[in-house]
């Protein structure tokens, strides 16, 4: 649909740093000029509680990965309705903000911003341009702290912000080619994560029976005694996970967060896939010297995580294979290390598998809205273990068997990102007037459905995978 797209026929020099040139007939002028800053509150406080998505922009907070807790009452909270554009002032400069299709309750940070009846702003047009990657050079000059965690963007600066702005029906048809542009987008990465997920099961599969059944199709089995799993081979043992630790489980640390000096920890988000991967998810706390070596990771350490939202996720552990020296583990992980009847490579690998996660599920505790396993839990978990030899050999054979699918996974998830970098790149083209889409929106059929559910903002719930980093107190 991209095909035949040329830049317009007449440009003129931009002030705008992020934009060089614009064209010829489009209007630039402060933010001030076309939108009013709007501060209504909830009296009951029972409407929707929203938050803000760098991913999704403006969506239900039930809907979202928010980190902080919700306030006892939102009596006197902000209120938002479809078509305000909606910052979180604290997230502003890492994408939180966007044009919201909820009316419903906010946080007393954020900011909401209403279009003036005579600025002719489409609000959907409004979206695409403040969460493109060019006007993000507006949000991070103009965001401003001490610290990163804490830059805000105040309404005066968001306000002071330069607004290229082409005709109404101009608008309209940019929202039109961006709404066919998405569904075509987010169709293709659908089917992409679709085969990520079959290609994962199968993985799984391959990881299943192998741990549970061996590599001989022939070999002699007996009853294991654990429901979901059936039979295993006679000379294979069950036993409880306490019998083949040398160490643990033992809860991680929970000290506070530092503002960029003290000890080397991590987020939970580091275990992942049956390992443990600190980059990109490190964080500093602050912890007494003396208390450091009692939380400390080493090479062949195994993590476990204790709880979560997700209850498919409590249970799941990774293997450390490397770490920096003096580096703690987080209160949400356990730490535990195999004996020696049990590789560690091969206990992660069954803890992982579906008949240990299936007794995780059914033993988690539910408190405060979270599931929870203790120390004394894991312990009882029953493990399938074969001769250490024969441990040696499957693993071989998983990794083996694991390395095609393996490769076709980050093949796709290349594809998916390419895709992603593709929509980004396009949106920014033409809301920055460098390709003219008005003659090709004008041709596209109608859609097959509303698409302003996935649409709006580019990006799918289904697609949206990272947290929403950061939920402002409630005051």
Known sequence: MIEGLKPYAE??????????????????????????????????????LLTVSSARGVVPRNSAKVTMFKAESYAGHKLC????????????????????????IISTAYSVYRPRPSAQMNPRFLHELVRSSPFHWELQVRSKGVWISRLQLTDASFLDAPIPLPPPDEQAA???????????????????????????????????????RGLDPDVSLKPSGIPWLGDIPAHWEVMQLRQVLSFGPKNGVSPQASTGIGVLSFSI??????????????????????????????????????G??????????????????????????????PNEKMNAEFMVLAINSSYVTNQVSTLAKTSNGAFKVSGATVRSISMVVPPYVEQMSLIEAIRAEATTVNT?????????????????????????????????????????????AELFTGASPEHADILDEIEPEES
């Not at 991967?277 to 007494?288: I, P, R, S, W």
């Not at 796709?412 to 992603?420: C, G, P, S």
Request: aromatic letters at 8%; hydrophobic letters at 40%.
């Open 408 to 452: 076709a996974i980050i093949r796709t998830e290349r594809e998916i990102a390419l895709m992603q970098e593709y929509r980004t790149r396009l949106t920014a083209d033409i809301v920055t007037g460098k390709l003219d889409v008005r003659e090709a929106a004008a041709k596209l059929p109608d859609l097959p459905t509303d698409p302003a």
């Open 174 to 212: 940019i929202v039109r080619f961006l709404d066919h542009a998405n569904w075509k987008i987010d169709g293709f990465i659908r089917t992409k994560r679709k085969l990520i997920r079959l290609l994962n099961e199968q993985k799984q599969a391959i990881i299943h029976h192998a741990v549970t």
């Open 81 to 104: 309705w479809p078509g305000d554009l909606v910052i979180n002032s604290l997230w502003a400069w890492g994408g939180g903000l966007g044009v919201t299709q909820h009316h419903g």
């Open 269 to 306: 988000s580091a275990v992942r896939d049956g390992c443990v991967n600190l980059a990109g998810h490190e964080k500093f706390v602050e912890l007494d010297s003396a208390r450091v070596a009692g939380f400390r990771i080493y090479k062949g350490d195994i993590l476990l995580v204790r």
């Open 11 to 48: 440009y003129k020099e931009s002030d705008i740093p992020w934009v060089r040139s614009l064209p010829a007939h489009w209007v630039t002028k402060r933010g001030k000029s076309y939108l009013v800053t709007i501060d209504q509150r909830s009296k009951s406080g029972k409407e929707e």
């Open 308 to 337: 979560n939202g997700n209850v498919a996720l409590v249970g799941k552990c990774g293997l450390v294979e490397d770490c920096p020296e003096n580096c703690v583990y987080p209160d949400i992980l356990m730490k535990l290390r």
